[in-house]
């Protein structure tokens, strides 16, 4: 028996289908010629590290535990290795002696900060403001540091600071003498101290206060909390660089959003206290003699930002909530 097949298809559609699979073929067979040669553009000038892929780099040698994944390809290509993330180039250094070449010998060259991309988008309202989002230690970044030090952390400063900080622990004692047999949130508790006291250094009054609800969907700790969500959210610009700008995930957006909401808490009060002026120079917070200085709005707000987003506020917190449990237990 003679079993005959029949197909509908002409040589034509054939050839217009193997035409259409070839394109898409050629296409990413380039793509992988153009990433590897990126990628092995001068290799040789770079410290030893690991093969890394087209496309993908070694993000799958980091895997979900890159502080012990490192710590292992350390052992084999030396202390001071190249890696690429997606198709960013990060050099790691993993021993004693290499961190002092990178942040003391050759400090001045090694300066530069890898800024969150959400945050160079044009007209950002951080970047090159606060002194945490500087790309470059250039002028304006000495002028912010400058400040900081003689303003915030010198010893003088240090000492003037003692009486608040008082106050603020004993006002949580007393609130928490309030709450006497009933559950209480510490953290929040301690976190609404630790808050005032830096908003008092930066502006002399009081930003949230222990009432603030916990569940409560807006407000200075709610905003400040998605903030900092948002800006550790992985974005694809950070893998693969020629995306940066784009805000394809949205994030630059929301971050302003919060981000004007947050300076809507204290932007009145420097308002108000540029329109009365310094009344006896070199005296009052740290608003004061940034507006004796000249700084702008744009710049204190970054400047506020700053120091609320990466103020020491968080450890201490943990700090205080772990040394309360060994003290309940």
């Not at 890696?83 to 001045?108: M, N, P, Q, W, Y």
Request: aromatic content about 10%.
């Amino acid at each position: 028996m003679v079993l005959v097949i029949k197909t509908t298809m002409n040589p034509t559609t054939l050839a217009t289908g193997d035409t259409n699979l070839f394109f898409p073929l050629l296409l990413l067979l380039l793509l992988s010629l153009i990433t590897f040669k990126l990628f092995s553009t001068k290799r040789s000038s770079l410290p030893p590290g690991p093969f890394s892929w087209p496309i993908v780099g070694n993000l799958f040698q980091i895997g979900k535990n890159p502080h012990i994944n490192l710590a292992k390809l350390a052992q084999t290509h030396g202390p001071l290795m190249s890696l690429r993330f997606g198709s960013r180039l990060v050099i790691v250094g993993s021993s004693r002696e290499v961190a002092a070449e990178i942040l003391k010998t050759h400090d001045r060259l090694l300066s530069g900060r890898c800024i969150p991309d959400p945050l160079k988008v044009n007209d950002s309202k951080l970047h090159n403001l606060g002194i945490g989002f500087f790309d470059e230690c250039d002028n304006n970044w000495k002028n912010v540091k400058s400040m900081y030090k003689g303003v915030l952390f010198s010893a003088k400063a240090m000492d003037s600071q003692v009486s608040l900080r008082e106050k603020k622990v004993m006002e949580m004692v007393r609130y928490l003498a309030t709450k006497e047999g009933q559950v209480v949130n510490l953290k929040e508790i301690v976190f609404t101290t630790a808050f005032n006291i830096l908003s008092n250094i930066l502006l002399s009054v009081d930003l949230t206060d222990f009432e603030e609800s916990e569940g409560e969907e807006e407000g200075l700790k709610v905003w400040l909390r998605k903030f900092v969500e948002v800006a550790g959210t992985p974005q694809l610009a950070d893998l693969y660089p020629v995306f940066a700008g784009w805000d394809l995930q949205g994030m630059y957006k929301r971050m302003m959003k919060l981000f004007d909401k947050i300076c809507d808490s204290w932007i009145n009060i420097v308002k108000q206290k540029r329109k009365r002026g310094i009344q006896i120079l070199g005296q009052g917070d740290f608003t004061d003699a940034l507006i004796e200085k000249g700084f702008s709005d744009d710049q204190i707000n970054a400047i506020f930002m700053v120091s609320l987003y990466l103020s020491p506020v968080y450890p201490y917190i943990n700090a205080c909530i772990y040394s309360y449990s060994g003290i309940c237990k």
